[in-house]
């Protein structure tokens, strides 16, 4: 059984840097995804960023150049290290895991943590 648990969110002020882990059990990051997405009330869960099997990052334009996504393959664990925040990133913030190939579609990533939320004052 797959298993996601996030941690590391929380208030930081317009500027400021957090980063986010996500621990995965049931699945071998050399042959998953990892994915990053967050969700705003009333909104669906948009796409962040995301580490394939062979390490490639992807990003969302709104993020590039401020956000890091990482892996920890002894650790199965993932990275979302988070800079120049705006109060704009403002969100529940979950990981997500799947076998194979990397995918943005939310619903196309069988597996979710419990989510964390990142709160950006300005």
């Known amino acids: 059984q797959v298993h996601l648990v996030e941690s590391g969110g929380g208030l930081v002020q317009a500027g400021g840097s957090l980063r986010l882990s996500c621990a995965v059990s049931g699945l071998t990051l050399t042959t998953s995804v990892v994915g990053w997405f967050r969700q705003t009330p009333g909104k669906g869960r948009e796409f962040v960023a995301a580490?394939?099997?062979?390490?490639?990052?992807y990003y969302a334009e709104s993020v590039k150049g401020r956000f890091t996504v990482s892996r920890d393959i002894a650790k199965n664990t993932g990275y979302l290290q988070m800079s120049s925040l705006k109060p704009e990133d403002t969100a529940i913030y979950f990981c997500?895991?799947?076998?194979?190939?990397?995918?943005?579609?939310?619903?196309?990533?069988?597996?979710w943590g419990q989510g964390t939320q990142v709160t950006v004052s300005s």
């Open positions: 580490v394939d099997r062979t390490g490639q990052r």
């Open positions: 997500a895991g799947r076998a194979g190939t990397v995918t943005s579609v939310p619903s196309e990533f069988s597996s």
